[in-house]
């Protein structure tokens, strides 16, 4: 069996709702109104024995009412209030009155129940088959202060009538509501999925092919506009993606066929007539310097594909900076005197930063790296390690020869090499700084670059500082993944 669907559910839901509400109204109005008018009969009745007390004459043990019969209006009040209307002894439980439709009735009180309404509550009600009626139970006093108990009382018939018109109506009432309900729920749910079914379908036709494609927007910037526009947001970043995807795998097909055609080209030379054994051992150690440069760029797209998927881990310890830039300006140092470049570190003290120092020693390496093989020689390479504003900043700064205002944007993407005329020794693979931007950005930092062309460049990296209270002790480390 399928679940409903969305639109059947949001109809339910109305509908169910709306009959929740209904049926409570209904049950408050029709409880109010049978308050209001037992409170209006009640009133009446209270008005009615009130009046009737001022009439009221007890002699002999008999009780009579004394008017005057030749008024109409306190003629016509004794005899409307008097219809059903009865008076006892409550000394001895007897009745001594009653108005002849009581007479005609047949109902009489023992002197257990007179005594019983005397002690009991103002209002009483007397089912019989005949006619429901509501008495008020007043206590008089005859002469010498003798207890009678009045009882003045009134059908339930109109009451009655009102309420059991009412229950039917409000019967009839509810099931039409739910019924109503249900279709305005079902146009309305209808209404609002429309524009939600337009995106769907549109989705739907999309392919890899249409990812430039959006969705259309109404302008209203409601709910539906919003979803529209974060998949918008999702499409551009899957045609960013997909772009980058296949210019990835162009510059793979590049960067590894440039090689291997040269290791084929070298080797068929070399099988093409016989040769010394030093001539093959020269053959083998150039190829086994092509095969190190093919591994190193394996290892380093290999690393960003697991980094981009998150799977390398970040260790949080505290990293002093300024004394691991300092190590490695020591361990770059024999490679810069072979290139007759000055090398010199510069920090203010100790900086310390929340990080992983295997994967910084990584960025400073290949910033090193690069600032020494991108000068000239007798030119200078300084790292310098400071604070400014919360933050460690670390900066490379050489007298190179600079990049090219248009490189300047691109020298973070994968695979991207300025010039090659601007290096005789450009060796490598154009991911490093694509590397070095995902370590950083993994230390919640941000790495920049200025350049000017035969000036020189700086690359500047910024860390959050380390917090004083930070102590790997009670931070837990992580597992750390590295090539």
């Given at each position: 069996?399928k679940?409903p ?5 949001l ?28 409170a ?6 209270r ?13 002999g ?23 059903f209307?009865?008076?006892y ?14 007479e ?8 257990e129940?007179?005594n ?5 509550p ?25 207890p ?44 609002v ?14 392919s ?21 526009k ?21 510059n793979?097909?590049h960067?590894?066929r ?17 040769r010394?054994?030093s ?46 830039a ?11 005197s ?9 920090h ?20 090193l ?8 020689q007798g ?12 933050e ?9 020869i600079g ?10 993407e ?11 020794e ?21 790495i ?14 910024s ?21």
């Amino acid at each position: 069996m399928k679940p409903p669907k969305l639109r059947a559910k949001l109809a339910l839901f109305y509908a169910a709702v709306f009959t929740l509400l209904l049926s409570a109204v209904s049950a408050l109005f029709y409880n109010l109104l049978a308050y209001q008018l037992d409170a209006d009969l009640h009133s009446e009745l209270r008005e009615r024995a009130s009046a009737l007390r001022g009439y009221l004459r007890f002699e002999g043990g008999h009780a009579r009412l004394v008017y005057d019969v030749n008024d109409p209006e306190e003629a016509y009040f004794v005899g409307n209030a008097t219809r059903f209307y009865q008076v006892y002894d409550v000394a001895a439980g007897a009745m001594i009155e009653r108005s002849p439709q009581m007479e005609a009735l047949g109902f009489q009180y023992t002197p257990e129940e007179v005594n019983e309404l005397v002690r009991g509550p103002d209002f009483t009600r007397l089912d019989t088959d005949q006619v429901d009626i509501e008495f008020y139970n007043c206590l008089v006093h005859g002469t010498e202060g003798h207890p009678y108990l009045l009882q003045v009382g009134a059908p339930l018939t109109l009451r009655n009538t009102t309420l059991r018109q009412m229950l039917q109506v409000t019967l009839w009432l509810i099931p039409s509501g739910i019924l109503l309900a249900l279709m305005s729920g079902w146009w309305m749910a209808g209404r609002v999925l429309r524009p939600l079914e337009v995106l769907s379908a549109t989705v739907r036709e999309m392919s890899i092919a249409q990812l430039h494609r959006r969705l259309p927007l109404s302008g209203t910037g409601d709910e539906l506009d919003q979803l529209a526009k974060t998949f918008n947001d999702m499409f551009g970043r899957l045609e960013k993606a997909v772009e980058q995807m296949k210019d990835f795998t162009a510059n793979i097909s590049h960067e590894l066929r440039t090689p291997l055609t040269a290791l084929r080209g070298e080797a068929e030379v070399t099988l093409a007539r016989a040769r010394t054994e030093s001539d093959y051992r020269t053959v083998l150690e150039s190829q086994l310097e092509e095969f190190a440069k093919l591994s190193k760029m394996i290892d380093q797209m290999l690393t960003l594909a697991r980094a981009e998927a998150g799977q390398i881990k970040i260790a949080r310890e505290r990293v002093n900076l300024s004394s691991l830039a300092e190590s490695l300006v020591d361990q770059m140092e024999p490679l810069a005197s072979i290139r007759e470049i000055s090398l010199t570190a510069d920090h203010a003290g100790e900086v310390s930063v929340i990080g992983d120092s295997g994967w910084l020693e990584r960025v400073i390496l290949n910033l090193l790296d690069n600032a020494i093989k991108f000068t000239p020689q007798g030119g200078h390479v300084t790292l310098r390690v400071s604070r400014f504003s919360g933050e460690a900043v670390l900066e490379v700064r050489d007298d190179g020869i600079g990049i090219d205002a248009e490189a300047l944007s691109h020298i973070f993407e994968r695979f991207y090499r300025g010039d090659p005329s601007r290096s005789k020794e450009l060796d490598g693979a154009g991911l490093g700084l694509s590397l070095a931007e995902w370590i950083v950005q993994a230390h919640h930092g941000r790495i920049s670059v200025d350049s000017l062309p035969r000036k020189g460049t700086m690359f500047r990296v910024s860390i959050p500082l380390a917090p004083a209270s930070f102590s790997p002790a009670n931070t837990p480390r992580q597992a750390q993944q590295r090539d």
